[in-house]
């Protein structure tokens, strides 16, 4: 036995005033938005309404001691009083509310931004915390890579640290490069910077200008072709490169990268090259050649 019944279509929408559809169309965009772009600007943070407050003032001025005043003055005993209400307490809360409201991007003079805005790589942090009596006076450190890296503890779960990468140096031919891992950028940036200038090496340059000859270095899979050249001739290269070069003091040099692009492989490629140098003297009296500049 089959009862038919009759079935009336409606559409939902004819039901729903404008608000409620406005509300609705608020909801889908919220959906399909776009996250993880931007540096934050217009971005809403919490706010500490606890911020302004004091301990023992309130609406009702009171004087409470032992509280917010002393219990005893002189020789005076101190007794519970009320004051004319401060009209002026509220104004001064949410003016100081509305200005914890906004997110502030962070405003740097050309000559501090690094390599892209105001991002951390390439930007200088300067010389390293002082060992002893000994002072890195006229050293620089320079950001290299700044990332963050997650690792799983069996107790703590997904573990997040920021990685940082930098480079110290005089400008003279004196650098060093380091890796620093912390809970926080700033314990990350101090602790590269510092091992940086407790690695420090030595670099053979030509004229204090360039290296001495052509050269070729590999590290994993990344691989650097370094040409010498003329004073004047400028930097060209990889910008992780360029960094290490104003930092050591080279001022002339070509090189090309080749294969993986990863910064920590450029980075160790590029020392490793430049400690294998041969200067002409150390080749001449190897060889016992004569060495003439022409």
Known sequence: LYVFSKCVMKVFLKNIRLNKFGKVSLVLVMLVKKRGRGKGAGKR?????????????????IIWPGLNAPIIKGRDLIKRTKLPPDPERQARLIKLRDSMGTFKMLRLSPTERGWSGSKMPGRSIGPPDSINEYNFDGFDTKVLEFKT???????????????????????????????????????????????????????ERYNNHTVYHDFFTQFCNTRIFVEKRPEGHGLICHRAIKTICEIIGIKDLYAKVEGSTNLQNIVKAFFLGLLKQVSYIYDSDYDIHHCIQI
């Open 45 to 61: 943070r919490a706010k500490n309404l606890n911020r302004g407050q004091v301990i023992g003032v309130g609406v009702d001025n």
């Open 149 to 203: 890296v997650f690792c799983m503890k069996a107790n703590a779960g997904r573990y997040r640290r920021i990685s940082v990468v930098t480079v110290t140096g005089n400008k003279n031919g004196l650098a060093g490069f380091a890796l620093g891992k912390a809970a926080d950028s700033k314990a990350a940036l101090r602790r590269a910077k510092n091992r940086a200038g407790q690695k420090l090496m030595y670099i």
